[in-house]
Structure formats: C-alpha cells, structure tokens
C-alpha cells in the first residue's frame, strides 16, 4: 500500500509580526514537525523535553510542550500539562484556542500567555525557564509563564546596542501612554481645565470648535470610531485595496468631515496620534485599543481626576494579576533588581549573569563572569625597574 502524498506547506520565511533589521530572519510556519526541527537546530541540549498531546475529538490536533527540564520550574510544566490534557472539546483549529484555556477565568481583558512565530525568540524564553506550547496547524508559538514586559521588548532589541535599545523602550512605553490617555486627557482639558492651556492655544482651538454640532467627547469618540471603522474594513480587502482604503479614506474623509464642520481638526489631530502610537506595541494593541475608549468616557465625565483615579486602578488591577507563578509587572512590581537589566534599560549580554528572579526556574546561573585579573604591560615593568634603580 502506497504511502499517502505530503500535503504542501508553507516555505519558512521572516514573518510580518517580527521583522529586524540584524537577526535571524525564519518564522515558524503551520508545520509541527519543521517548527520542532528549527528549535531543536537552535537548542542541542539533552535536556530539551518535548511531551507531545492529543487534543481534539474530531481534529485530533498534535499539541507538543516544551521546556528545559534543567532550567523549567516542575510546578510550572506539571501545572500546562494538567491543563491541557483537561481540554475536552471537538477540535483545536489554531492555537489561539489552547490559549483561552491556559488562562485564568477570571482575567478577560488581559493576556497571560506569550506567543511569537520566531524560533530565536522562543529558544532565549526556553533559556529564561519559560515552557512553550507548539500546536500543528499554527506558526504561533505559546510561551508561558508571561509578563506584559515581554511586549515592550522586540526582536530588534537583542541585536542592537544597549543603549539604543534602552531609548526605544521608552519611546514605545510613551507611546502607549499617548494612545490610551491623550482622548481623555484632550476631552477633560476641553470639558473641565481649559485654564491649564496657554491662552493663545485655547484661542485657536476654541475658533475650531466654533461650529462642530457635537460636544469634545462625542467628537473625539466619533473619530476613534470612524478611525476604527476603516482599520476593520482595511482588513477584509485584498491587500492591495485595503491600503489604498486606509490612505484615501482616513484623508478624504477626514478632510471631509473638517471641511463641512461635522468635527475638528484638534479632535482628528488627537485621534490620529492616538490610533498611530497604538500600534508602537502591536501585540498590547487589542487591549491599549479598549483601555482607549475606557479612559475618553472618563476623562469626559470625570475629568482629570476620573483620569488619575483610573489609572491607579489600571495599576492596581495589574499588580494583583500573574501568570504561572510570575508577578504580571515583574520587575517593577515588585521590584527585583537583578531583572531589571533587561528592562526599560537594557544591560549588554554579558552584564546578565542570572535568568530573571519572576520567572519560576531551577537554575538562576546564565553565565559566569571569569576573571582574568590584571597584569602590568611587561614595558612598564622595565621603566619601573629603572626608576627604581
């Protein structure tokens, strides 16, 4: 009996979410058995475990959890694979699906597992005692535990110098602050503290806002929606046309919409910054995109204070939450001085001697630092000689 033909998969090429400009540029694919053999090239250790499951009744989808087992927290690999031989259900299209249940019910809004489609990013996770979840059919690899750190660091980043990288960081965190607070902060400012502007700005946004029919906050609303309306459309289009719609609607009927006085320039400034930075951090933006919306009904109804009292609570929400084990702020909350050298500011390879304190593992020693000692140049011992003499 003749041997059915392999169906035809994708070729391993870089993927659009991780693009660098120095690094290894191969991207996981839908293949389980090429995503493993690019990982085992990259980790040739015995250590390496590879436990492979059977999950779904009728798609019968080959889920493989991997970890270090010198490295991985027992607790933590015992606890996935608990989880996963619990899944009862028809099948498993994606991995997205074994995502919903690694997570804690009670968490909604935000993520506490990892993924990434590229092979160096998951082998250096593995390194920290992280466990990955490779699921046939997917090019996203799952990685747990996670911290929202984990977004704010990008492939580019290992592969660049520290303090380039150091400065990125902070461009991007700033970003997310812009994108999630700029709406509420422009609507209170309107609404509430137009004595906090300079008087020559308020003048001029105020001869904006002269014959707009809408209130600040329903404008700003409107535009994030439109803005919204038109990414979504954007998406569903051949690619092609989904970015010429995304250029000629967002200039025609922004243009539009300020010429006829149905909003402002202002409102659509802000808006328009707001949507841009969302995207400095593309895997957080589902979330920055809510929080958005969250914080302009906020700031309209409450002002600047709704605003600070809602960020505590943000802060606060996010403090208690975790992920197998590891702090969701680590290493800020709380503090764990050694891990923040891959931080906001990030330290050289060679300054980072331990794995990261928040993520559970059994072996902290990433490296050792020899010490070659000091030895005086032998020209400078002979000046010294005759000196002496």
Avoid: C, W
Wanted: hydrophobic share 45%; proline share 6%.
């Amino acid at each position: 009996m003749s041997k059915p033909p392999e169906p035809p998969k994708r070729g391993i090429t870089e993927p659009p979410t991780g693009n660098v400009i120095k690094g290894p540029r191969e991207g996981f694919i839908e293949d389980y058995d090429t995503n493993i053999q690019l990982l085992k090239r990259r980790l040739k250790t015995k250590d390496l475990e590879i436990v492979e499951l059977t999950v779904g009744r009728y798609t019968q989808t080959r889920v493989g959890v991997v970890y270090i087992s010198s490295i991985a927290d027992k607790d933590v690999t015992d606890k996935v694979l608990q989880r996963i031989r619990d899944i009862d259900i028809d099948g498993i299209v994606d991995s997205y699906y074994i995502t919903q249940f690694l997570q804690d019910e009670n968490v909604k809004l935000f993520k506490q597992v990892g993924s990434d489609e590229k092979p160096d990013i998951i082998t250096a996770k593995l390194l920290e005692g992280r466990v990955a979840i490779f699921v046939d059919g997917s090019p996203f690899v799952l990685t747990v535990p996670y911290i929202i750190l984990e977004d704010i660091q990008q492939s580019n980043d290992y592969y660049s110098s520290s303090a380039n990288v150091s400065l990125r960081r902070f461009i991007r965190i700033a970003g997310a602050f812009i994108s999630i607070f700029l709406p509420g902060f422009y609507i209170a400012v309107q609404l509430y503290h137009s004595g906090i502007v300079p008087i020559s700005m308020l003048i001029t946004i105020t001869n904006t806002l002269e014959n707009t029919p809408f209130s600040p906050m329903l404008e700003v609303l409107f535009v994030l929606l439109l803005f919204e309306i038109l990414f979504e459309a954007s998406l569903h289009l051949p690619k092609s046309l989904g970015s010429t719609l995304g250029i000629v609607g967002a200039l025609i009927l922004g243009d539009t919409a300020i010429k006829s006085g149905l909003v402002s320039p202002p409102a659509v400034l802000v808006a328009a910054m707001s949507i841009i930075t969302m995207y400095i951090i593309t895997d957080l933006s589902p979330q920055v995109s809510l929080l958005r919306f969250f914080f302009a009904l906020i700031g309209g109804i409450l002002g600047l204070f709704g605003l600070i009292i809602g960020a505590v609570l943000l802060v606060v929400y996010l403090t208690g939450l975790d992920s197998f084990g590891a702090p969701y702020l680590a290493p800020y909350a709380p503090y764990i001085k050694e891990d923040t050298k891959d931080g906001l500011v990030k330290a050289p390879v060679n300054a980072m001697l331990t794995r990261p304190k928040s993520i559970p593992n059994i072996n902290l020693v990433r490296a050792k630092r020899k010490n070659t000692g000091t030895h005086k140049p032998s020209g400078q011992s002979a000046s010294k000689k005759a000196g002496d003499k």
